[in-house]
T-cell receptor, first 111, second 113 residues
Framework: RKEVEQDPGPFNVPEGATVAFNCTYS??????FFWYRQDCRKEPKLLMS???SGNEDGRFTAQLNRASQYISLLIRDSKLSDSATYLC????????????FGKGTSLLVTP | DAGITQSPRHKVTETGTPVTLRCHQT?????MYWYRQDPGHGLRLIHY???????DKGEVSDGYSVSRSKTEDFLLTLESATSSQTSVYFC????????????FGPGTRLTVL
């Protein structure tokens, strides 16, 4: 079983739409959670850390449910520039801050 | 910009040849990592380092070795490259206020023929 599971998509949405991505993780000892964004043939870039209380950064809102081991990302008012692959990421306990990555969810925002 | 560079950026080599990839950072971060990314697998940890001469294995370490003789450089070596090691290799460091946010280099695209 993969440590971090995500729906691969693709999600095709029109500009201005709201889109939500979900992810589950299997290791209950994980303590750090992130969403990364990866553009085609580029390195992953940190989008936001995810905190237990939930957090927001502009149009992006992340939620964490430790009991269900579930993480979500909501993107409001989608822009064409949001088109990318979104990676759900969880730390590997006892591995020097190393990370477990989901395979990613592909988003395409269309005009 | 986390000040991470990788070299080479692209390499084509033949099965059985040794290959060394270099990751260089300019900001004195303690932790460094090598991941590989393949279609259908996402990023997977190969090795990581928690200081000079201190390294440990990740989930896909077979066929790879690493060395860290200076804080700023983390080398990944394929002693005898195989076609299954064709991949994109990313180096990363931890930084940020929580010291567990990772930032990645631009990647090395390796093709083993």
């Amino acid at each position: 079983r993969k440590e971090v599971e995500q729906d691969p998509g693709p999600f095709n949405v029109p500009e201005g739409a709201t889109v939500a991505f979900n992810c589950t993780y299997s290791n209950s000892a994980s303590q750090s959670f992130f969403w990364y964004r990866q553009d085609c043939r580029k390195e992953p870039k940190l989008l936001m850390s995810v905190y237990s209380s939930g957090n927001e950064d502009g149009r992006f809102t992340a939620q964490l449910n430790r009991a269900s081991q579930y993480i979500s990302l909501l993107i409001r008012d989608s822009k064409l520039s949001d088109s990318a692959t979104y990676l759900c990421v969880v730390n590997m306990p006892n591995s020097g801050y190393a990370l477990n990555f989901g395979k990613g969810t592909s988003l395409l925002v269309t005009p | 910009d986390a000040g991470i560079t990788q070299s080479p950026r692209h390499k084509v080599t033949e099965t059985g040849t040794p290959v060394t990839l270099r990751c260089h950072q300019t900001e004195n971060h303690r932790y460094m990592y090598w991941y590989r990314q393949d279609p259908g697998h996402g990023l997977r940890l190969i090795h990581y380092s928690y200081g000079v001469k201190d390294t440990d294995k990740g989930e896909v370490s077979d066929g790879y070795s690493v060395s860290r003789s200076k804080t700023e450089d983390f080398l990944l070596t394929l002693e005898s490259a195989t076609s299954s090691q064709t991949s994109v290799y990313f180096c990363a460091i931890t930084a940020g206020d929580r010291e567990n946010e990772q930032f990645f280099g631009p990647g090395t695209r390796l093709t083993v023929l």
